[in-house]
């Protein structure tokens, strides 16, 4: 399912989508065709047992888009899944009518076989989409959505699109009532981080000392762990050429786990996080949590097999992809770790900083919003406000606009601001000139301030990006008035 492309496949016009197939050419002096996507019902092999899943099938009939440059985002969604549903464009910044949703207002679910035209100009970079509606992205109704630039047609790199996922044999409404019913459904649901070591080994965390707490990390008993829909026990085999270059678009597609990606011995440079490029900075481990993208540039640089490993945080289970050098010999790589891995932290987040930061400009608004509740009740929600009794966090067109994010649980939490892109400025109390994101993790009882530019009037959800913890209430709005 990966998507893989060369600047020799680019001059073909060619796309390799887990194979060659034809790119559509696009005139863009003319009148382009709109592309068609299909929500659609599939079963796929997990770990030698068939598993009921859902997909976003393009009109290639490969999974996901991926848009040349300057392609209109003009796409035909159609629901063949016959059950209501909606599709969100992560990262994408359309009008709000376009952005997805149905909870702010502007439209309703597609009902079965019905079909929507969207129409707007993307956003470059690797971004995603996923159905916005009751529990259906733990059911994989998600799929890679890749804006090419200019830049990247140009290059001399093959680019791999790896989209990462947790799966579980129980349907997501068991999984929720496993949760909301009291019944401890995770692998521990008040565990410590890896080694029993407790937050921060008794750092200051948003001003306080949290050395005798422990955070909880993973709320779900999960069966797999998916990228590109297969397991380690049966991994997507990548082959490169000697002494490639390889863009990966790493996306955390998942429900509720959060991932370290691990290239081992082999360094890489990050190039782009959520869809926006970074001053390169290089490193072997990376996090990466829920709706959250990382560009890589791996190096082959005569290794024959660089195995990506996306490890669960605080546990063995791991999944990924194996790039290969052709003709290389691919060993067998188990699908748990040696070790447990530690908690997802703001270790690459400290070390970011945008290649296109937000024009200086004093802030207007400083909004302020806690992030609040408990695995014991399973409880979640914003300024003590569950979805759907929300506080809207009020703006003004024009505006720039602070949002300070105080976490006052002990569970981090990937925040996401629909139809806009911030800043992260402020990461437990310390200033920085940080990437441009669309989703950043909140730690467990500390603090992010995130800025941006309040240019694209409506209502906004902004949410936990943990499926249950959005669904147990942690959502409001971002409201322009």
């Known amino acids: ?128 989409m996923h159905s916005h509606h009751a529990l259906q992205k733990q059911a994989l109704l998600t799929a890679p959505l890749v804006v090419y630039t200019a830049e990247d047609e140009a290059a001399d790199v093959q680019d791999v699109t790896v989209l990462l996922h947790d799966f579980a044999f129980r349907s997501p409404e068991e999984i929720l009532s496993e949760l909301t019913g009291g019944q ?26 949290h050395s005798m707490m422990s955070m909880d990390l993973n709320d ?33 597609a998942a429900a509720s786990t959060s991932f370290w990606i691990n290239l081992e011995d082999v360094e890489a440079t990050v190039l782009a996080v959520d869809g926006n490029a970074v001053e390169p900075i290089r490193g072997h481990r990376f996090p990466l949590a829920p709706a959250q993208r990382l560009d890589l540039l791996v190096e082959m640089k005569g290794k024959a097999v660089v195995p990506v490993f996306a490890q669960v945080e605080g546990l063995q289970d791991r999944t990924g992809v194996i790039l290969a050098a052709n003709g290389a010999d691919v060993p067998k790589f188990s699908s748990k770790a040696e070790q447990q891995e530690a908690p997802v932290d703001l270790s690459l987040e400290e070390q970011l900083s945008a290649a296109s930061p937000l024009p200086s400009k004093p802030t207007d608004r400083t909004v302020q919003t806690m992030a609040m509740g408990s695995m014991d009740p399973y409880a979640w929600n914003l300024d003590n406000a569950p979805w759907p009794n929300r506080t809207p966090l009020k703006i003004a067109e024009g505006e720039r606009v602070t949002l300070e994010i105080m976490n006052h649980s002990m569970m981090a939490h990937p925040m996401h601001l629909h139809g806009h892109h911030f800043q992260v400025t402020v990461l437990n109390g310390r200033r920085l000139n940080g990437a441009m994101r669309d989703t950043v993790v909140v730690p467990a009882m500390g603090s992010v301030s995130v800025s941006f530019d309040a240019d694209n009037p409506g209502r906004w959800l902004f949410h936990c990006h943990n499926l249950y913890h959005m669904m147990t209430g942690m959502m409001t709005e971002v409201v322009y008035g």
């Open 220 to 252: 779900v008993r999960y069966d797999a762990f998916l990228a590109n829909d297969r397991t380690l026990d049966d991994p997507e085999i990548i082959r490169t050429e000697a002494n490639a270059k390889v863009r990966l678009r790493l996306i955390n």
């Open 1 to 128: 399912m990966s998507i893989q492309l060369s600047r020799r496949a680019f001059l073909g016009a060619s796309l390799a989508l887990a194979g060659n197939v034809a790119l559509p050419r696009v005139a863009l002096s003319q009148q382009p065709t709109p592309r068609r996507l299909v929500a659609e019902r599939r079963v796929i092999d997990v770990l030698g047992r068939p598993g009921d899943a859902f997909r976003l099938r393009g009109d290639d009939g490969r999974h996901g888009l991926a848009l040349r440059a300057g392609e209109r985002f003009l796409v035909d969604l159609e629901n063949q899944i016959g059950e209501e549903t909606i599709v969100h464009w992560h990262g994408q910044t359309p009008d709000p009518a376009q952005d997805g949703v149905s909870d702010t207002g502007y439209v309703s679910p597609l009902t079965p076989g019905e079909r929507r035209s969207y129409d707007f100009s993307p956003r470059a970079g690797t971004h995603w």
């Open 184 to 209: 401890s459904a995770g692998h521990d649901m008040h565990q410590q981080p890896a080694g029993g070591m407790s937050m921060g080994g008794g750092m200051m965390m948003g001003g306080m000392d």
